[in-house]
């Protein structure tokens, strides 16, 4: 049986990881990177540091408009399925590499595996949205992380060949944690444990408003603690074409760096005081570190993490972030959200017992 797993983002090399540790001892993996992130540290770094198989493909698509990146990786990976005929594609959340490869399996018929179906935000002013609900439709079998994302598909009358079999992203933070603390120390990031907030902003709801980037960082210069900002990209040129970047100057309490490999960013998110973060994944990764989140998005996917008082929606043009950074206090880490840390084993599991 031969599987080509498409992925391209930093949270999909992630959740490469542990699924293809176990499927690759059942079935032939063809893996294809399709370079939607093309900087080493947000996505390079992690063949090596994850001992992720290299890609037998690397398409190196590249930035570039939602359309124009679609149809290319749409384009490529087209040609990559002729070659090597495929028993199914399997892709990975709701990304624009997700996209591509459940079009290309779709209109080639090929059945389509996809991890991490069955979130919802509904909000279909974000891409991502689109991206999943569309994958989800045209995929032949289904493993939401979680029983709100069955019942998210049931509504959407999604019921064949549909398996919760929890989060890989938990099996991805349950083996590397360990490992990241052995490499690397809070020591050369300069500051100590509990003692710093831990923040993420790439999303372009945020990044696209100039008043609202400001009021982010405005909150971030009022707390009395390091704020550390690994700073992606497209907030970097946002900060530059805004004039925002005297905000992040010398004398600031916040300390921006260059884009962290996941293992750092796992060390980070241990030792955090607090998470704030417009990310999918760093609202579940600071759940498993048992780490306050708050999320700068009007809502989230993750809703279990909201209702469970460890994660709070955060509006920063009404409300004071940097109070709320200081005054939230989470409720109960204790509920198995996201299964038990054997995601990536079902998976396989399931696969084999699909495909025969």
């Known amino acids: 049986m031969k599987i080509l797993t498409i992925a ?31 900087d080493y540290n947000m996505a390079g770094v992690f063949f090596h540091e994850l001992n992720i198989p ?3 493909y690397d398409l190196g698509i590249g930035s570039a408009s939602h359309g124009k990146q679609t149809g290319d990786m749409l384009a490529a990976i ?29 209109k080639l018929h090929i059945p389509l595996i996809h991890i991490e179906a ?25 493993f939401p992380p979680t029983e709100t994302a069955v019942q998210n598909l049931k509504n959407e009358n999604i019921t064949e060949n549909v398996v919760n079999v929890g989060d890989v992203m938990y099996d991805a933070v349950l083996y590397n944690t360990a490992i990241a603390e052995e490499k690397y120390n809070l020591e050369q990031f300069g500051v100590e444990e509990k003692r710093y907030t831990l923040a993420t902003i790439h999303r372009a709801d945020n990044t696209d408003s100039k008043e609202k980037l400001t009021a982010i960082f405005k909150a971030f210069a009022n707390l009395d603690e390091t704020v550390i900002l690994p700073l992606h990209p497209r907030t970097k ?3 530059d074409e805004y004039g925002l970047s005297e905000l992040t100057g010398v004398g600031s309490n916040l300390q921006v760096i260059e884009p962290v490999s996941y293992l750092e960013m796992l060390l980070l998110e241990k030792y955090a005081k607090a998470i704030v973060t417009d990310s999918g994944g760093v609202q579940k990764e600071a759940y498993f570190a048992k780490v306050p989140c708050l999320t700068l998005r009007p809502e989230t996917e993750w809703v279990e993490t909201v209702e469970a008082g460890c994660n709070r929606l ?21 509920k198995q959200l996201y299964g038990d840390g054997k995601a990536s084993e079902k998976i396989t599991k399931e696969i084999i017992k699909y495909f025969g």
């Open 314 to 334: 955060v509006a920063p043009l009404k409300e004071d972030l940097a109070a709320i950074i200081q005054d939230f206090k989470p409720t109960d880490y204790s």
């Open 78 to 106: 087209e040609e990559v399925v002729f070659k090597e005929k495929p028993d199914a594609v399997l892709v990975y959340g709701d990304t624009n590499s997700t996209l591509a490869g459940a079009l290309a399996a779709s």
């Open 237 to 239: 040129h946002r900060l």
């Open 54 to 56: 290299k890609p037998d």
């Open 118 to 142: 069955g979130l919802r935000s509904f909000n279909k002013k974000m891409p991502e949205e689109i991206n999943r609900v569309i994958t989800d439709h045209v995929s032949t079998l289904l």
């Open 8 to 38: 391209g983002t930093r949270p999909q090399l992630v959740k490469v990881a542990p699924v293809s540790r176990e499927l690759r001892k059942h079935a032939t993996e063809v893996l294809v990177n399709t370079g939607q992130h093309y």
